[in-house]
């Protein structure tokens, strides 16, 4: 790869537009790109997340009806009553398959569709891991700044995201995204 050149993610049904924009295939590394002068903001669509090299990452899930859903928790640190967040799909696909209800702990990847989706929720962001050099989404308290852990969250009866389909009425707070969205991490569901 060539360092003046802009490396675009572009799904397959896709190719069509990014060259109509404009775009150039690299054909050594089969990825399209722009040049340092291109315009960059027409291709925002594709355009990768910052410290995240196109093709490096594969989105394992798909969804067309995603949702932010959204409670509220006790900081473990701090005892604030805080608003905690997760992906939810009403449906989409896993690795291809089609699955149901479903819920995505442990994200480890987002595409730039949901990165900008999730801008009103700040305080779900990335963090990167020391001991094994990998990054994944998670809740901060917004008061102390302390990391709240996806294992407190999604494993147990009794966690507010262990059960998205069964929580009590208006424990879980849902906000459909808009559009299609892929990510990679953990998926639950009630079988
Ligand atoms: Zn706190």
Not at 46 to 63: A, M, V, Y
Not at 71 to 86: D, F, L, P, Y
Not at 89 to 98: A, D, F, I, N, R
Not at 108 to 117: F, K, N, S, Y
């Amino acid at each position: 790869m060539k360092s003046d050149r802009l490396y675009l993610y572009v799904p397959p049904e896709e190719k069509g537009e990014v060259q109509a924009l404009g775009a150039s295939w690299d054909a050594e590394s089969s990825c399209w790109y722009i040049g340092a002068g291109d315009d960059r903001a027409r291709f925002w669509e594709w355009l990768p997340e910052p410290g995240q090299g196109p093709g490096d990452e594969e989105f394992s899930i798909t969804s067309e009806a995603a949702y932010v859903a959204a409670a509220t928790v006790a900081c473990w640190k701090c005892r604030s009553r805080i608003e905690v967040i997760c992906i939810y799909c009403e449906s989409g696909t896993v690795l291809g398959e089609p699955l149901s209800q479903f819920t995505v702990s442990s994200i480890r990847a987002i595409d730039g569709t949901l990165a900008r989706r999730l801008a009103p929720w700040p305080t779900f962001r990335e963090v990167h891991s020391e001991v094994d050099q990998e990054s994944h989404f998670a809740n901060h308290c917004p008061h102390c700044g302390a990391l709240q852990e996806d294992m407190h969250l999604h494993s147990e009866p009794g966690h507010p995201f262990f059960s998205i389909p069964r929580s009590a009425p208006g424990a879980v707070r849902l906000t459909a995204l808009e559009g299609r969205v892929r990510l990679s991490g953990d998926e639950s569901f009630e079988v």
